[in-house]
Every structure is written in C-alpha cells, then in structure tokens.
C-alpha cells in the first residue's frame, strides 16, 4: 500500500510529544497572550524511535538506503543496526520548531542548518532540544525573526545532531 506524504505528516505528529518550559522554568503551555518569543527561551521532545517506524519514514521520504530497514544488512556495516535517515532526524527537529511556535501564532521557518555529528540508531530513545539566542523585530516580513541552536540528543547523552535556524513568528502570514 503507498502512502502519501499527508500519512507521512500525520506519522510525525503522532511521534511528538511535545513538553514546553515557560519563562519561569515550568512545564506547560504558554497564557494567552504572554510575550513570545524571548530570548533564553528553550523548548524540547524526546521521542522514542523504532525499527518499524524508521524503515517506514525513510521509504516514504524516498531514501531506500539499506541501512535503515534491512537489520541483516546493516549488522554488516560499521554500525551493526539499522540507523534512521538523516532526513527522518532533522524532520522530527524542525518540526518541533513548528509545533512550538504555532501553538500562540503564525510561524514559519526561513532557513536551517544542520550537522551530523554521530548516527542515530532506529530503537534509540532520542531528545530533541532548541534554545532561542536572539529575536529581532523585522518591519519588512512583520513580524519577529528568530534565530535558534538545537540539537539532537542520543540516550547516551551525546549531541547527534547540530542545528541552526531563523524562522518567523508573526501574528499573520
């Protein structure tokens, strides 16, 4: 049965869960109307992969990499298991952007930057996490540009992934 990238989407929510920390360090949703962004602001996921979600994802996204759905083939490798495609780790980061921001407004991303600095393993537990260093008003786009490090955490504690980016908040796209 083919998916559609709609299935895809819907795959990638249901992954998320999502916790965010307000000013004050507490768990929870932002109030109505509190000041957003703000510098030194942090928002984070973890999110427990599976080898089934892997090799799925990575064929739906169009990556028939071996490595990521044939666990007789990866033991041959390096590695010696399925790892989950690049594509599949900096989707669940970036989307993590999204889901922060649009809770209390419009937002959309305007560019990203990613390192990969060791493999992500397809049965790995994973944290997802983003700090944002600097909002600036740009009267142009109306809104807020906010630029962002993240990264990708393996459940040994290692940085997997690097990130940077720049999205826009606003209260209308």
């Not at 942090?42 to 999110?47: A, D, G, I, Q, Y």
């Not at 994802?57 to 490595?67: S, V």
């Amino acid at each position: 049965m083919k998916q559609t990238k709609p299935a895809l989407a819907r795959m990638a929510r249901s992954w998320l869960l999502i916790s965010v920390f307000d000013r004050r360090g507490d768990k929870g949703a932002r109030a109505k109307g509190e000041a957003m962004p703000f510098s030194g602001e942090r928002f984070t996921s973890e999110v427990t992969l599976s080898p089934s979600m892997v090799a799925e994802y990575a064929l739906l996204a169009g990556d028939t990499n071996p490595m990521h759905r044939d666990p007789e083939f990866a033991r041959s490798t390096r590695f010696g298991r399925p790892i989950a495609s690049g594509t599949h780790t900096t989707a669940l980061l970036l989307g993590l952007t999204a889901s922060h921001f649009s809770k209390d407004a419009a937002m959309v991303g305007l560019e990203f930057w990613v390192r990969f600095r060791r493999v992500v393993y397809a049965d790995e537990r994973i944290r997802l996490e983003w700090l944002v260093v600097r909002v600036q008003h740009n009267e142009r786009l109306g809104g807020d540009v906010v630029e962002l490090r993240g990264r990708i955490k393996g459940q040994d504690g290692n940085t997997a992934v690097g990130a940077k980016g720049r999205v826009l908040v606003t209260s209308q796209l």
